[in-house]
């Protein structure tokens, strides 16, 4: 019980520090001020201009141009939609806010596969999946399903020119927590392509505004 009170203590300390100086607006949206020079409140048709930045768990807030999303200019109102929160900004200011991200309620992950896998490799693979991870969903894309798609996403009509062999057959898995498929690649080099992990989303999202 001692551990268990000095973790949760230890932990309650880590978040408070990570949000210090920040002022909470709303569950999960923190702002900053950086630079006020006016006393001059920002209204709707006000332009403003933001920077977004992008960062993962427990990293420093650097606004380092490899981590930036978008730039743009736009309205106060589209800002505060946008954030789907009031902001209270005055005018020739500096602000940041930040946005803790929610985790997704499933995560996604397809494992492509060679061309001219017989159908016991299949369903050795498809065994292996089921047994080792816990999935809420399996699915098999075939080749000609994967083609399929590929033309309706992009808009392709039939007799259009189209590369129709370039897309591989795939597992597409979802789960509830996080899967790591490396063992995946190394136990079945002649069955598996690739993995891709859909879920590369931030932690966490920080604008860089200015009035």
């Not at 309205?75 to 209270?88: A, N, P």
């Not at 007799?159 to 597992?171: K, Q, T």
Request: glycine letters at 2%; zero cysteines.
């Amino acid at each position: 019980m001692q551990k268990l009170a000095l973790f949760l203590l230890l932990f309650s300390n880590l978040l408070i520090a990570q949000n210090d100086g920040w002022n909470k607006i709303k569950e999960d949206i923190y702002q900053k001020t950086v630079k006020e020079n006016s006393k001059e409140t920002v209204k709707d048709p006000d332009i403003v201009a933001f920077t977004t930045y992008g960062f993962a768990k427990g990293e420093t807030i650097q606004l380092d141009p490899a981590k930036q999303i978008t730039s743009v200019q736009t309205s106060f109102e589209d800002l505060k939609s946008f954030i789907k929160s009031d902001l209270d900004l005055k005018k020739d200011s500096k602000y940041l806010v930040k946005i803790q991200m929610k985790e997704p309620e499933n995560y996604k992950y397809n494992i492509f596969l060679l061309d001219k896998i017989t159908k016991q490799d299949k369903e050795k693979l498809e065994h292996y999946l089921k047994k080792n991870y816990d999935l809420t969903s399996i699915e098999y894309i075939s080749k000609e399903d994967a083609k399929n798609n590929a033309k309706k996403e992009l808009g392709v009509e039939e007799g259009d020119l189209f590369e129709e062999d370039v897309f591989p057959a795939s597992f597409q898995l979802y789960s509830k927590k996080p899967l790591q498929l490396e063992p995946v690649t190394k136990l079945f080099p002649k069955i598996v392509e690739d993995t891709i992990d859909n879920n590369q989303l931030p932690n966490f999202i920080v604008f860089d505004v200015k009035t």
